[in-house]
């Protein structure tokens, strides 16, 4: 059973940069994709980006200059960068991992069905 | 592609039937889940590819609808049931979630 436990700073000033990681215990990491998602009680959850064995990554649009998701698959670790923050980016962030359907001849997301438990994150000056 | 819920929050009483809808802006197909939230914790998921029940969630939760509509019923509302719901769409990156209904106690 694969679980995911997630660290990183959770204080950050305006314009620093945000770096969690999810670290993939269990079961083997391949053929997945592994995502980042946000909540705050402005935007409701929010997509930010994933990640799969291969590293290819999509991102949400609004976010894509400033962000990087990246999946080390020595470590089986997946992790979140953030650049030049603001108070906008206050938020609870999770990590999840993606179950797989077929779409086609290929696979896709359909629905996030292991989360970690969240890491609070407050950009304040 | 937005998707908005309704109700935005509920209140009723164990036993009772619930249901939650869920629209969204164009046809995605059956690409749609149904998560639950408590408070302090992560989603949950209940619900995928509209209608196929996740491993381990009760019976009493099922999903129906394809292209812009889709419906999260709870047959006989149990005390652990009172949470917040949100749906998501995933068939155009970037994935979205709906804003959330709220089903409380009456």
Do not use: M
């Not at chain 1, 650049?83 to 086609?104: H, Q």
């Not at chain 2, 109700?7 to 009723?12: C, D, E, M, Q, T």
């Not at chain 2, 939760?61 to 709870?74: C, K, N, P, R």
């Amino acid at each position: 059973q694969v679980q995911l436990q997630q660290w990183g700073a959770g204080l950050l000033k305006p314009s620093e940069t945000l770096s969690l990681t999810c670290g993939i215990f269990g079961r083997s990491f391949s053929h997945y994709y592994w995502t980042w998602i946000r909540q705050s009680p402005e935007k409701g959850l929010e997509w930010i980006g994933e990640v799969n064995h291969l590293g290819d990554t999509n991102y949400n649009p609004s976010l894509k200059s400033r962000v990087t998701v990246s999946l080390d698959t020595s470590k089986t670790q997946c992790s979140l960068k953030l650049s030049s923050v603001t108070a906008a980016d206050t938020a609870v962030y999770y990590c999840a991992r993606a179950l797989l359907g077929y779409c086609g001849s290929s696979t896709c997301p359909v629905g996030l069905d292991v989360w970690g438990k969240g890491t609070t994150v407050t950009v304040s000056s | 592609i937005q998707l908005t819920q309704s109700p935005s929050s509920l209140s009723a009483s164990v036993g009772d039937r619930v249901t939650i809808t869920c629209r969204a802006s164009q046809d995605i197909a059956s690409s749609f889940a149904w998560y639950q939230q408590k408070p302090g914790q992560a989603p949950k998921l209940l619900i995928y590819e509209a209608s196929t029940l996740q491993s381990g969630v009760p019976s009493r939760f099922s999903g129906s609808g394809s292209g812009t509509d889709f419906t999260l019923t709870i047959s006989g509302l149990q005390p652990e049931d009172f949470a917040t719901y949100y749906c998501q769409q995933l068939y155009n990156y970037f994935f979205t979630f709906g804003p959330g209904t709220k089903v409380d106690i009456k």
